[in-house]
């Protein structure tokens, strides 16, 4: 089989490294891809969001399957670009993946499907929204618990957790005066602010059947200890012991099973991937932050080298909705986590170009796979490219040891600015501390 994968994050060459491993794929595009990709695959120079030049490349190379990474070409139509040229493609339609690129959308298909989320209310207007905080808020110095997003894609930065009353009036307008995040912000979210521990639970569904993936949690917060500003994500592990076998099945029944029912019955079935980002209350259970309807990244690392079963068997049973029919998948028993390393000032601005050495000698560790994000291939030398440069992912036979492994990688690995969060996975181990002691 020939694969294309869409896409150029640690995410796509994860995609790209598992499905080499499947016997029954002979080559595996990568557009536009990295340098990992460049090495463990073909790089094809189209930028993703490129879909005319997407299809002409698939069909003039027989392309015989096409996974789609990131959410921007899914929320372009790519999906059905190639859907109505006979192209097998695994993601969802652009109707579908409407949960990820409208908040709107996707919180009223929570209220509609009765799925556990915050309250919320949505807006067009920055009056009436400024109205609605101030009536609900009427002394400034009062404690504000709500957070105020933007509808659109904004690359996970269109989303302010407020404390204050001021903070909501602030957001309002860097939304909809100020136009930071664009289009994006045409329409407003306020919701509820809540509380708890994050996890990410993924699932793979044909629109019919549901194949839940084990639960994960991202680091999102660019420093330790959960501090700093938002990032795409600095760090991910697989499994997260705060989510085990009764609230997976919670989850599953209360949140996945009546999100893809109610999509099946608006005539938008949802294929593909059904990331519930949830928040872990401690006084009602787990609600839904937000959907994304691609793999995260990255999550994805730690998800993907914990398989072991065929990744292309599972895809092209979504893409023929057969996901009924296959085996269980396998998993590792063993933990993994993902540790990302950065470029000075990410998430802010920072400097691309920088030489890095040691890739080699972390990834020829045991369990240990170096899986590339924003780096670019020059002659034999790898440079960063981006902000999340690496993300160093190992397997160990406990989470702590899987921690040990990853970190030892890291340390091999050196460019000029880099850094990384020292405390993935930690919460996990504070967790597991925590339940012990209730004991
Ligand atoms: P989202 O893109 O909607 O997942 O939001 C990005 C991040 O903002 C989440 O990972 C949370 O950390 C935070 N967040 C979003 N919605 C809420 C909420 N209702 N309460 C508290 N934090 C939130
Ligand atoms: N890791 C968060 C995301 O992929 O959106």
Redesign the pocket.
Known sequence: MKILIIGNGGREHALAWKIKQSPRVKDVFVAPGNAGTARDAVNVPIAAEDIAGLVKFAKSEKIDLTVVGPEVPLSLGVVDAFESEKLRVFGPSQAAAQLESS?AFCKNLLRQADVPT?DFQVFRDPDDAMRFIKGRFPDERDRCPV?V?ADGLAA?KG?I?CKRRNDALDAIDRIARHKEFGAAGAQMII????DGQ?ASVLAITDGRTILPLPPAQDH?PAFDGDTGP?TGGMGAYCPTPMVDDALMAWIEEHVLVPTVHTMKRNRKPFRGVLYA?L?LTPQSGPKV??YNCRFGDPECQPLLMRLKSDLVDILEAVVDQTLDQIPTPEWDPRPAICVVMASQGYPGDYKKGQPIVGIDAADEMPDVKVFHAGTRLEGDTVFTDGGRVLGVTALGDSISLAKLNAYTAVQKVRWSGSWCRKDISDKALQFIEQQQAAQ
Not at 191 to 194: C, I, K, M, P, T
């Open positions: 908040k915050a957070v997003k996970g989303v957790v919701e509820e602010r809540l994050e999102k938002n980002g928040m932050l937000e």
